[in-house]
């Protein structure tokens, strides 16, 4: 299990084990089958590769252990997503510029090429169809977050409603978005 949390630390100080940039540790197990109420362990770090704009490399990511149900949870800053090695933000950014700018998918790749050599057509495509996929979950989250996510009338066509929902988030923040999703149903918005 992974726990997002709130850091105004950026990624790159996170690619050395400092326990000061994480949370303390939760006081009552979060599994559903368990949740004693009992404080939780450090149990060292683990690392993972993380790409982003501004910093790619490994980052530590430290984990705790119930010493109950011995099952063990790790606290994920809010730029990270689970199962995804780019960054939740730029993921967010790339996919509202490729949607309000009126930019070809080849144009916005190719500008994005210095600062992430490794994003490919395939990638963005991808999360594309990824939003799609999760769009039932997404706007239940959103209509959790806010209700003025809420939307009104005929329902939109898919391609219509990831236009609307990355405005909504763009106007939210990303980073706000990436952490109230996760703390509403404990999985990422791109999480299958």
């Known amino acids: ?48 590769f993380f790409i982003s704009k501004i910093f790619t490399g490994f980052i530590f990511l430290r984990r705790y252990i119930c ?49 992430l050599p490794t994003l490919e057509r395939r990638h963005l495509n991808y999360y594309r169809k990824r939003i799609v996929k999760n769009r039932n979950l997404i706007q239940y989250v959103l209509n959790l977050i806010s209700p003025e996510f809420i939307f009104a009338g005929s329902i939109p066509e898919n391609q219509n409603w990831v236009k609307t929902f990355l405005e909504k988030v763009q106007n939210l923040h990303p980073h706000v978005f990436l952490l109230d999703f996760s703390l509403h149903i404990g999985k990422q918005f791109m999480t299958s």
């Open 1 to 48: 299990m992974q726990i997002s949390f709130y850091t105004d630390n950026s990624a790159q100080d996170f690619s050395f084990k400092d326990h000061t940039l994480f949370p303390e540790a939760p006081y009552r197990c979060p599994f559903k089958d368990c949740s004693m109420p009992v404080k939780l362990k450090k149990h060292g770090y683990y690392s993972r």
């Open 67 to 115: 010493p109950v149900c011995g099952r063990t949870i790790s606290m994920l800053p809010m730029f990270c997503l689970q199962g995804f090695q780019y960054s939740g933000i730029d993921i967010l950014n790339l996919l509202h510029e490729l949607y309000q700018g009126g930019i070809s998918l080849r144009k916005l790749i190719e500008q994005t090429k210095s600062k």
